[in-house]
C-alpha cells in the first residue's frame, strides 16, 4: 500500500511545469469556406476568439512554421492565430488547451482552419487534438459574424 501511495505521490509530483509550444502542426484542421474578404474574416475571428473567452496573440505568417505553396502566390493574405493556453483544474491532475487558427485568403474567398491542441500529463503526456464540437462551434459563429457584418450598412 505504501508503495502505491509513493508511486502516485511521484506521478502528481512531474506535473509542476508543463511546456506547451505556441505552434499545433495541421494533422486534423477543421476547414470552412467563408465568401468573404480577408480583413473581415479576420475581424471576425478575433471577435469570436474574444467572446468565447479565448484570448489572441498578435498573428504571424504561417511560413514562419510551415511551408506550403499557398503562402507564396501572389495576391494571398494570410495568418495565424494563437490562443492563449487554458489551464483546465480536474480532481488529479490539470488539462491544457489552446488552438490555433489560420486564415487564408484569396480575392473575396478566405480558408478558415480551426486546429485544437489539449495536453493532459499524467506520468506520460497524453495529447488529444480533436473537439468537434468546439470547432465547429467557432467555425459557425465567425460565418455567423461574417454575414452580420455583411449585412451592415456601409458608412
Not at 48 to 56: D, L
Not at 63 to 71: G, L, N, P, W
Not at 101 to 107: E, F, K, N
Not at 112 to 125: A, H, I, M, S, Y
Amino acid at each position: 500500500m505504501r508503495y502505491l501511495i509513493l508511486s502516485f505521490i511521484f506521478l502528481l509530483s512531474g506535473c509542476a511545469s508543463m511546456p506547451v509550444t505556441d505552434y499545433i502542426k495541421a494533422d486534423h484542421p477543421y476547414e470552412r469556406k467563408i465568401y468573404a474578404g480577408f480583413e473581415k474574416v479576420t475581424s471576425a475571428v478575433i471577435f469570436v476568439m474574444h467572446q468565447k473567452g479565448w484570448s489572441t496573440s498578435q498573428g504571424v505568417d504561417p511560413a514562419v512554421y510551415e511551408q506550403d505553396e499557398r503562402y507564396e502566390s501572389n495576391g494571398t493574405e494570410n495568418v495565424l492565430i494563437f490562443t492563449d493556453i487554458k489551464k483546465h483544474f480536474r480532481v488529479f491532475y490539470s488539462t491544457y488547451t489552446h488552438l490555433n487558427i489560420l486564415v487564408h485568403g484569396l480575392g473575396g474567398v478566405c480558408n478558415v482552419e480551426v486546429r485544437f491542441c489539449k495536453l493532459t500529463p499524467l506520468g506520460k503526456q497524453f495529447v488529444t487534438v480533436r473537439n468537434d464540437r468546439l470547432a465547429q462551434s467557432i467555425l459557425d459563429s465567425v460565418e455567423q459574424e461574417v454575414r452580420g457584418q455583411n449585412l451592415a450598412p456601409e458608412q
